[in-house]
């Protein structure tokens, strides 16, 4: 192994703790942040738009810091200042009442907004080195890893306290416990910054200079492709809520499902990416791994008949399928812009990509949390049709990628 490829594991690795850490604070607070707020009086059509306008915002944004990042190179800098913003996750244990919380939520996401764009492109830069659908796999592994701790802590922590309803002293208990992997966060950025601080050389080492800075035809098409397949897939603090306020499992058991789909989540990140990195070797075309997109609208379609029932055996199967998705979404969305934008426009790319998947979130949370408050039959039919509608889209962006 020549020493990029050892310096690109070793930051893959790194980047995989710094994940690891982080979604423990912020999958913890997730797990838990649709029951809290209605413990603390928001009712479901809040607590869908809060979801939404939060992941909107926090995308959104992401345009801007992506294009900035580009222009500055300044990649450390937005990844630190991004993660620094986890200190409003375990500020939530101050909080009392639901505008407070819900300042809090948007703030965690705006400090996404700001390190996503920049984190993905140093880390793009070394998956170049060992393959994109593989190098993103590794690293959203050792993130589920974190993503199945976080909920797991307030799960065990609400069975130590006992039986019964939460009560607003015992989340914030559960938020304060968050300090602790905020911590760790910061010390692995800042072995990571010390271990590779140029990582665009691993990437100028493993591949041709592009020939264009321009984004292309199948980019923008798979932006397209990104916004539709996500304005129907269901957003967990949603699941969470009806959940909590159909009795269908007590607030114990809610981050323990959610970390069950987190752990399907990591295993599905290892297949997908291993299939996406065969597809485009098999082929020798970068764009070829994007075939396996399709799997996303194939199994969002069964997840909320599933997730919005009242029987568990059919709550467990849509948590389960849930998680498959979002492994997808971690690993081949990722890989896909790091193979479909030039390295002069990468944090451009996850800019815009985050942007547009940002927007369907709001608008497909706050479209169903309104539609939960008079038919969950609705909310079903309308995500159902949304992913149905992404169908020909993929086949259009698959047949373009493949010329």
Known sequence: MNNHKKSAFKLILLFGLVSLFGDMVYEGARSVNGPYLKTLGANAAIVGLVAGLAEFLGYAVRLAAGYFADKTKAYWLFTFLGYGLLISVPLLALTGIWQVAVVFIIIERLGKALRSPAKDTILSQATKQVGTG????????????????????????FVIIGKGDRSLADYQQGYFLLWIPLALVLVCIFFAHRAV????????????????DKLSRVFWMYTVFTFVTTLGFANFALIGFHLKARHVLSDAQIPLFYAIAMGVDAVAAVAIGKTYDIFKAKRSNAQAGLITLIAIPAFSLFIPGLVFSTKLSLVLAGVIIWGIVMGCHETVMKSAIADLTPLAKRGTGYGIFNAAYGLAIFIGSALTGLLYEYSITAVIAISIFIEIAALPVFFIMRKEALK
């Open 134 to 157: 593989i190098g993103f796999a590794i690293a959203e592994v050792l993130d589920q890893i974190g993503a199945i701790s976080g909920p797991l802590i307030f799960s065990i922590l």
């Open 197 to 212: 601080p140029h990582p665009e050389v691993l990437e100028v080492s493993a591949t041709n200079p592009p020939e264009s």
